[in-house]
């Protein structure tokens, strides 16, 4: 996304660019993909940013995101955004530059774990945390309401810590926040927040000295928890062989023969705690909004819901019933139309080469796929704001062109966890929809927060037992 100023003047641009600062008047640093959608809305399908001496380009309309998504010609693109994660995930999958030999080779030894038999063996483990959660907010059913995103936070984190690495953070058996989380949001604050540096470093630097140094003890405590982690499991390696931490302890990269570094392996693991849960908590989250407001929609679901296990049961799920889920899928896949929680993807161009047929680019230069836009394109019809998981009926789905919808990236860079994320949140909405009655609250707007990923902010909901 970001490279030095040059002359394309045949790019749309905000009409108030500044001499030297650019288009800054309009940024708005706390919600850059809102900011950004708004900005497409106006300028169109295609359009350029200047923010000091960076050009940022932005596509959101379905041919010219075809285009980007095409291997041949475009590649994923580490651009700023990334840069300034590499302190907290460095040469980890998410991070890794594509030239990165400990890319491939963390994605062939890993790949294992992400087969339909990998998720077979973590079905227990996901649904025990669900439970957990059931416990919790069984505690608050007609009395507190509960704060949905936090509470989405501690099961997806919990089941990314149990299933990868066997790691409790036991985040339901305190009242407080994990020290864990608490520094990981401060480090992806602090790298969210270098995306908009001043351009002199000596001030920039003199202003955020005191948040540098506490990223810089952030940043040890993780390194030290997960040290921790690969410590215990070095001791008994015996336990889960086949797990994210026993495929990268003890398996080599058939490619190459060789195995994973001891500091590659800590950067896959805080790459994975972080990755494999912030986007799936945001989904979960932003997927209760939208059953606790359309109560169609949920009828719908529970409907499917009760004909696999009658109401007033105890649902006991086994793996093979979460894909028959068809509905509850489409209410997933709806949502990640509207808020897809990984806001979009960068994509560089292998050669140079000429975009849409009118937008030169040069070998190396990149453009950002803003995704809640480019799910909000013409092509999604007159009225592309509406929640309605009829979208994704096969037959609706084949109607549409094949790249319009991205919520996990493309390519060989795409989200190795998509089948995993897919697995867990549609069994956790399936129990939480067959046990409770969500409320929401009568006057709450959404409030979309962004952290790198989406969030609904300050969204909670009564529980009813039903
Ligand atoms: Mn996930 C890459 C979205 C859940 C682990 N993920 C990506 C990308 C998107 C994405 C988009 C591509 C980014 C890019 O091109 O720069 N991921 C999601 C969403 C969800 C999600 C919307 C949930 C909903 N991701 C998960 C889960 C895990 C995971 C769960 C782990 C268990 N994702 C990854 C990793 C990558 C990735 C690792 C980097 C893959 C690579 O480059 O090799």
């Not at 995930?89 to 991070?95: A, E, Q, R």
């Not at 000429?354 to 799910?375: D, I, S």
């Not at 089948?419 to 069994?427: N, R, T, Y």
Request: glycine letters at 6%.
């Amino acid at each position: 996304m970001a490279v030095l100023a040059v002359d394309r003047p045949s790019l749309p641009h905000p009409p108030r660019r500044i001499p030297l600062l650019g288009d800054v008047l309009d940024v708005d640093v706390t919600k850059p993909t809102q900011n950004a959608m708004a900005c497409a809305q106006r300028l169109g399908p295609v359009y350029e940013r200047k923010i000091f001496n960076y050009v940022f380009t932005f596509v959101s309309g379905a041919d010219l995101a075809t285009e980007l998504n095409d291997e041949s010609r475009f590649q994923k693109h580490v651009g700023i955004a990334l840069r300034n994660l590499r302190p907290i995930g460095s040469d980890g999958l998410f991070t890794a530059y594509n030239s990165e030999p400990n890319w491939s080779k963390a994605h062939n030894i890993l790949m294992p774990a992400f087969t339909q038999s990998a998720m077979r063996s973590y079905h227990q483990t996901m649904l025990d945390t669900v439970r957990e959660l059931i416990g919790h907010w069984d505690e608050r059913c007609d009395s507190t309401p509960v704060e949905v995103t936090p509470d989405m936070t501690k099961v997806t984190l919990e089941t990314i810590g149990r299933t990868g690495f066997g790691y409790e953070f036991g985040s339901f058996d305190r009242a407080e926040q994990d020290p864990f989380v608490g520094a990981m949001i401060r480090s992806l604050t602090f790298a969210q927040k270098a995306s908009f540096t001043l351009p002199i470093p000596l001030l920039d630097r003199a202003i955020k000295r005191k948040a540098i140094r506490r990223n810089k003890a952030d940043l040890a405590y993780m390194a030290h928890v997960v040290d921790e982690v690969i410590r215990s499991r070095r001791a008994n390696p015996e336990e889960h062989r086949d797990d994210l931490l026993g495929l990268m302890l003890s398996t080599e990269d058939p490619e190459s023969g060789e195995r994973l570094d001891d500091e590659n392996v800590r950067n896959q693991v805080i790459t994975f705690l972080i990755a494999g849960h912030e986007t799936s908590s945001g989904a979960l989250s932003f997927a209760l909004y939208y059953l606790a407001n359309n109560p169609e929609v949920a009828e719908r679901a529970r409907a499917e819901i009760y004909a696999m296990w009658p109401q007033g049961t105890d649902p006991d799920p086994v793996f093979e019933q979460i894909p028959k889920l068809r509905y509850v899928r489409r209410v997933l896949d709806e949502t990640l139309r509207l808020w897809p929680t990984a806001p979009g993807y960068m994509r560089e161009a292998r050669e140079d080469t000429v975009l849409g047929g009118r937008y030169p680019m040069k070998a190396g230069e990149a453009a950002f796929v803003l995704l809640p836009q480019l799910h909000r394109d013409p092509v999604w019809g007159d009225d592309p704001d509406a929640f309605d998981p009829e979208r994704f009926l096969p037959a609706n789905v084949r109607k549409r062109p094949g790249h319009v919808y991205k919520p996990f990236g493309t390519g060989i860079r795409s989200c190795i966890g998509r089948q995993f994320a897919i697995h867990e949140i549609v069994m956790a909405l399936a129990l939480l929809l067959h046990r409770y009655d969500l409320e929401p609250e009568p006057d709450y707007e959404l409030d979309v927060t962004e952290l790198l990923t989406l969030k609904p902010e300050g969204f909670r909901l009564r529980l009813h037992r039903r």
